[in-house]
């Protein structure tokens, strides 16, 4: 079981640059392939991003390629998420999530799929 902690939101203006962090305070992310979501008022949960635990195999949603880029740090337990160019329709709570895999490839892209979240961190985008 990992615990998991979302930090860097903040408040910023469109065009702007934000880096997300998601950070096992207990256990170890380095065999958890880790999603990235973002929830806005009165939507759905929707999938952002996503990595292996190898960190070589990724994916993202159609709306957020070529501007977010997520990565790990094993030696840290984080991954991250840098947004570049931030539109207003990017303002959500982003959350991360984890699931235990003993594949080094696996991408997973269902929120449904993952065991284990974290509390989320707030992005706010203005005009």
């Known amino acids: 079981q990992v615990q998991l902690v979302e930090s860097g939101g903040g408040s910023v203006q469109a065009g702007d640059s934000l880096n997300v962090s998601c950070t096992a305070s207990e256990g170890t992310l380095n065999t958890y392939p880790v999603g990235w979501f973002r929830q806005a008022p009165g939507m759905e949960r929707e999938f952002v991003a996503a990595i292996s635990w190898s960190g070589d195999s990724t994916d993202y949603a159609d709306s957020v390629k070529g501007r977010f880029t997520v990565s790990r740090d094993s030696a840290n337990n984080t991954v991250y998420l840098r947004m570049d160019s931030l539109k207003p329709e990017d303002s959500a709570v982003y959350y991360c999530?984890?699931?235990?895999?003993?594949?080094?490839?696996?991408?997973?892209?269902?929120?449904?799929?993952?065991?284990?979240w974290g509390q989320g961190t707030q992005v706010t985008v203005s005009s």
């Open positions: 999530a984890a699931l235990y895999s003993p594949s080094p490839t696996l991408v997973i892209v269902s929120p449904w799929t993952y065991s284990y």
